[in-house]
């Protein structure tokens, strides 16, 4: 499962690439206005810490509004993703950016019919919001073994991406189901190496290592 970061902020992002937990970088103008960056400079600078993908998102709601950003957006790297919502006017952006050769992340995804369309338009990633879903009552893992399913019936390339990532047991039960990305807080990507178990193997390797008295 590839690993994308939900995030703008830039040291973050190079932080995980250090440490080879990078695959690409998904933002919305939530993020960018919580990085308090210029959209377009930090995409830029986004684009040069990852050879992945990095989601970028139109904010038009027209078609000929999301192609026109999308004209801007897709100058700033050869890996930036245009991220279209969920709609009419944003599948047809999805189908015409994609007929082009650029990535197009179809985000805003509640429902496995509307994962479908995405499909249907060509999208390179479809964003389920597994988060939104359950904090609404809905089963945000059950909408991803829909969505895999129906891809794997009819052979779509399009890759799920599962988005709105609260916690590791998302990223557990995404990765089970087979979903070929995540996109996650950098704060949840880094609790993935937590273990009380590793926490206190390595207390008792220094302890003992003390009392050899010898140094490294
Ligand atoms: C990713 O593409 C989405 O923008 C993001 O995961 C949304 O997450 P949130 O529901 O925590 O805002």
């Not at 210029?38 to 989601?55: N, Q, Y």
């Not at 192609?67 to 952006?93: F, S, W, Y």
């Not at 985000?107 to 919001?129: D, E, H, M, W």
């Not at 996650?184 to 290592?209: Q, R, S, Y």
């Amino acid at each position: 499962m590839k690993f994308f970061a939900d995030t703008a902020d830039t040291a973050e992002i190079r932080d995980l690439a250090e440490a080879g937990l990078l695959d690409g970088v998904t933002t919305n103008p939530s993020l960018i206005m919580k990085s308090g960056c210029d959209f377009i400079e930090v995409t830029k600078e986004i684009c040069g810490l990852t050879s992945g993908p990095v989601s970028a998102e139109v904010v038009s709601l027209d078609h000929a509004g999301m192609m026109r950003e999308a004209e801007k957006l897709r100058k700033i790297a050869d890996n930036v993703c245009i991220k279209v919502p969920l709609t009419i006017d944003g599948l047809k952006t999805c189908r015409a950016l994609t007929s082009d050769g650029t990535m197009v992340n179809v985000t805003l995804c509640f429902s496995a019919n509307q994962a479908l369309l995405a499909a249907k338009a060509g999208a390179t990633f479809v964003s389920p919001f597994v988060g939104r879903h359950d904090d609404n009552g809905f089963d945000g893992m059950e909408l991803i073994r829909d969505i895999r399913l129906i891809y794997d019936n009819y052979a779509f390339a399009t890759e799920i991406l599962v988005a709105s990532v609260r916690h590791t047991i998302h990223v557990l039960e995404a990765a089970k189901i087979g979903a070929d990305v995540m996109t996650a807080p950098p704060a949840v990507i880094k609790a993935l190496v937590k273990h009380v178990l590793t926490d206190k193997g390595i207390e008792g390797f220094m302890a003992d290592w003390a009392k050899t008295g010898q140094s490294l």
